[in-house]
């Protein structure tokens, strides 16, 4: 792993829990989108993101997400959960997301979650502020989206 406070893609390393597993033998779906927001909220932690924005009384809430499964994953696989911000507009920020499986390199799943800057208060949607924005190093789409790469 190679996270920097400057650099786009931050990176988590995990083994597949026993408990992630479906009944038919992999990864339920759903974990997924669970560790899509896990590792979102660890890379905002990383960045010091918490501070600033539990100081103004907001939050960051899941507007909308997309996964795309590509292969299975099973119980002790090491996983590489990569997450990168594409951009941040008025009020939200769109987040990207590749998990990959170790062994192999292959990828597994890859995802999108459109994040929301709340009031913590009102429940609306705020300005997120520059204190905020700039700590985000952007990745922007080239060629349309880097799900790709």
């Known amino acids: ?7 786009p893609i931050f ?10 597993i479906d009944q038919i033998g992999h990864v339920n779906n759903v974990m997924y989108v669970q560790w899509m927001q896990d590792i979102a909220v660890h890379h905002y ?3 010091g ?15 909308e997400h997309h996964v795309e499964y590509l ?4 119980a002790g696989e090491v996983i590489e959960a990569q997450t990168w911000v ?9 987040r990207r997301y590749r998990f ?17 800057f709340i009031d913590a208060k009102t429940g609306l949607p705020r300005r997120i502020p520059e204190q905020v ?17």
Do not use: C
């Open 1 to 7: 792993m190679n996270n920097r406070t400057d650099h």
């Open 71 to 74: 292969l299975p994953a099973y």
């Open 86 to 94: 594409v951009n941040i507009r008025r009020v939200r920020s769109l």
């Open 100 to 116: 990959l499986r170790q062994s192999d390199g292959q990828v597994l799943v890859k995802g999108e979650t459109d994040w929301v």
């Open 45 to 47: 932690e990383f960045i």
């Open 133 to 149: 924005a700039s700590l985000f190093t952007l990745l922007p789409d080239v060629n349309g989206s880097n799900l790709e790469r």
């Open 11 to 20: 990176t988590l390393q995990f083994t597949i829990p026993d408990s992630a």
């Open 49 to 63: 993101g918490i501070p600033p924005t539990q100081a103004i009384g907001a939050i960051w809430v899941v507007r």
